[in-house]
């Protein structure tokens, strides 16, 4: 076992998690009480066409090495083609950009870079999309790939990244929000 691998088995010798005791239905919908941002992950198709995905599985993992992660389904079209790209593009979206978020998070218009359409994106390093009007964006190299349950969580190390100033969109509950600042502060 290499150090990118762990063990089932938890140290104190238990070696299975007990069966859920709830549903599939249930657990998507108790995850969905997790309020997330909504990201467009990009990349090049091997013939040079820009594709993409939606995906709020997003998030940090380590400052230095800058590293962060998101999760793709194995029954993605663009499993593949994520999988053999030395690089690809996260790109955090704007509150506006809802219908960004669902153009490429509706399953259409994945080939030939049709979820693309009158859509502005200029090349980063690599020629990676990058999307115009977002709030930050993550220029990956794709590091590692985990095999977890239905889905393959990347690892991408960030070679660079942007931000604008601009409001998040934040997806929660199956709904797109806006988010507001909260009246207490963080006293920390
Ligand atoms: C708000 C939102 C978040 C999503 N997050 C993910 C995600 O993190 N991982 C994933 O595999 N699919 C996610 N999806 C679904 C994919 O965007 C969708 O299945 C897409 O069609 C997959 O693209 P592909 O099959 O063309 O590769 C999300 C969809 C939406 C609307």
């Known amino acids: 076992m290499n150090s990118r691998e762990s063990s089932a088995a938890h140290p104190d010798g238990t ?54 992660l998101w999760s793709l389904s194995r029954r993605a079209a663009s499993l593949e083609v994520f999988r053999n790209r030395s690089h690809y593009a996260v790109n955090v979206l704007a509150s506006d950009q809802i219908q960004v978020s669902r153009r490429f998070g509706s399953g259409k218009n994945y080939l030939a870079g049709g979820r693309f359409e009158n859509i502005d994106w200029r090349p980063g390093n690599h020629g990676i999309p990058l999307l115009t009007g977002c709030c930050a964006w993550f220029e990956c190299f794709n590091r590692s790939r985990y095999d977890e349950g239905d889905h393959i969580i ?35």
Do not use: K, W
């Open 154 to 188: 990347f690892v991408g190390e960030v070679e660079r990244c942007g931000i604008e100033a601009r409001e998040p969109l934040v997806f929660q509950n199956s709904l797109y929000h806006m988010t507001q600042p909260h009246p207490e502060r963080d006293s920390s």
């Open 15 to 68: 070696s299975n998690a007990v069966a859920p005791d709830f549903d599939v239905e249930h657990f998507r919908r108790a995850l969905g009480q997790f309020a997330t941002g909504v990201t467009i992950v990009t990349t090049l198709a091997p013939d040079g066409s820009p594709i993409g995905l939606t995906a709020n599985s997003f998030n940090s993992v380590s400052l230095e090495p800058p590293l962060v």
